[in-house]
């Protein structure tokens, strides 16, 4: 007859620490599979590419407060170089405003706009003598540079006066 020892069981009492632990070892290696998997199902797929460029902003000078029609030109040219600049409407889906459409919004009344749009057509007609209207002079020029240097002239003869 022959006979087996088998050792006697003993009990592991596993304390806290310990589970955490193994929990965590767990956890760990499931993530690192989840991750692998990932890879292999998203490597077919390019990489998206990221611009990271922030876009130079022009220097706004603070609004010299002479008087109400020359801070009106004044955040007019602002919010222009804000906004960005547009021609044929006064402002455009992604919210560049033309030259009323921008005194419009730095004004605090219609009537306020009015004499501000008249003191810059004054303005541009020393300059373009032919210029009837604002919005007509404004939709000619290819560039926001003369839009921008008109409502500047126009607020300075504003404070001079």
């Known amino acids: 007859m ?3 020892l088998t050792p006697a069981r003993v009990e592991v009492t596993v304390d806290l620490d310990t589970r955490l632990a193994i929990a965590d070892a767990a956890m760990t ?9 990932f890879d292999v199902n998203t490597a077919h797929l390019p990489e998206p590419v990221v611009d990271f460029v922030t ?6 000078e603070p609004a010299p407060a002479v008087s109400p029609l020359a801070d009106v030109l004044h955040r007019a040219r602002t919010i222009l170089q804000e906004r960005g600049w547009t021609r044929g409407g006064l ?6 405003v033309c ?3 921008a005194i419009r ?9 009015d004499e501000a749009c008249a003191v810059l057509l004054d303005a ?3 300059e373009f003598a032919s210029a009837e209207t604002v919005p007509s002079w404004n939709d000619q020029q290819t560039s926001a540079t003369p839009v921008i240097r008109i409502l500047g002239i126009a607020a300075e003869r504003m404070m001079d006066a």
């Open 55 to 60: 876009p130079i902003l022009p220097v706004v």
């Open 124 to 126: 541009i007609q020393r």
């Open 2 to 4: 022959t006979t087996t």
């Open 105 to 113: 919004a730095a004004a605090h009344n219609r009537g306020q706009a």
């Open 99 to 101: 030259a009323v459409g």
């Open 91 to 96: 402002r455009d889906e992604q919210g560049a």
């Open 29 to 37: 290696l499931r993530l690192e599979q989840a991750q692998l998997q």
